[in-house]
């Protein structure tokens, strides 16, 4: 089961926005608005930020935002704070195997 | 409010068993699924497996599938992960996580339980 692919690194200024991307196929991210994004903070347990592509749950501040184009999800956090610093994983429906659930390998945030 | 609590850390040997328990609380836990995540040291996460409690429907990740056994008891609102024999590269935070606002994302996680299989 592939895992979806994430960029291994990003960063950014505080107040700068980034993006950070999730390609899979046609089978997850590409025909499903199934994805979600997690955040992970070292030591801690994943937190949900996005759901259904574009969904924040109830807490998640405004500047969290995602979208879908194609085969590639992306998760955009504007106005960068120092706390955004951590890992985030995507994830998403899939239909390609028995087990319909697939992460991307996570992506580590550092706010310069 | 809903609630996860996982197990305690656990030390175990190379072929040891363990079972490994995630208990919930302030929601329905027969109605959502729970799920098993692996986190290796310093590595991403993996999903290992969900359950619906509610009928014991249980999938795998073929990753997965015959190295642990996933399992709940709706009477203490408890799932269970465990191993009959266990490796060194068993050793991994897991994580229980369920979903209960949307179906495939995980709006409540357990605090994770350290396992460390080592001779």
């Known amino acids: 089961q592939s895992a979806l692919t994430q960029p291994a690194s990003v960063s950014g200024s505080p107040g700068q926005s980034i993006t950070i991307s999730c390609t899979g196929t046609?089978?997850?991210?590409?025909?499903?608005?199934?994805v979600s994004w997690y955040q992970q903070h070292p030591g801690k347990a994943p937190k949900l930020m996005i759901y259904?592509?574009?969904t924040r749950p109830s807490g998640v501040p405004y500047r969290f935002s995602g979208s879908k184009s194609g085969n590639t999800a992306s998760l955009t956090i504007s106005g960068l704070q120092a706390e955004d610093e951590a890992d985030y994983y995507c994830?998403?429906?899939?239909?390609?195997?028995?087990?319909?659930?697939?992460f991307g390998g996570g992506t580590k945030l550092t706010v310069l | 409010e809903v609630q996860l609590v996982q197990s305690g850390a656990e030390v175990k040997k190379p072929g040891e068993s363990l079972k490994i328990s995630c208990k919930g609380s302030?929601?329905?836990?027969?109605?959502?699924?729970i799920g098993w995540v692996r986190q290796m040291p310093g590595k991403g996460l993996e999903w290992m497996g969900i359950?619906?409690?509610?009928?014991?429907?249980?999938r795998y990740n073929p990753s997965f599938q015959g190295q642990v056994t996933i399992s709940a008891d709706k009477s203490s609102s408890t799932a269970y992960l465990q191993w009959s024999s266990l490796k060194a590269s068993d050793t991994a935070m897991y994580y229980c996580?369920?979903?209960?606002?949307?179906?495939?994302?995980?709006?409540?996680w357990g605090q994770g339980t350290l396992v460390t299989v080592s001779s």
């Open positions: 994830t998403s429906y899939t239909s390609s195997t028995t087990f319909n659930l697939v």
């Open positions: 996580a369920t979903s209960t606002t949307t179906v495939t994302a995980c709006d409540y």
């Open positions: 302030g929601y329905s836990f027969t109605t959502y699924w």
């Open positions: 046609s089978s997850d991210v590409g025909n499903y608005n199934f």
């Open positions: 259904e592509v574009s």
């Open positions: 359950i619906y409690p509610g009928d014991s429907d249980t």
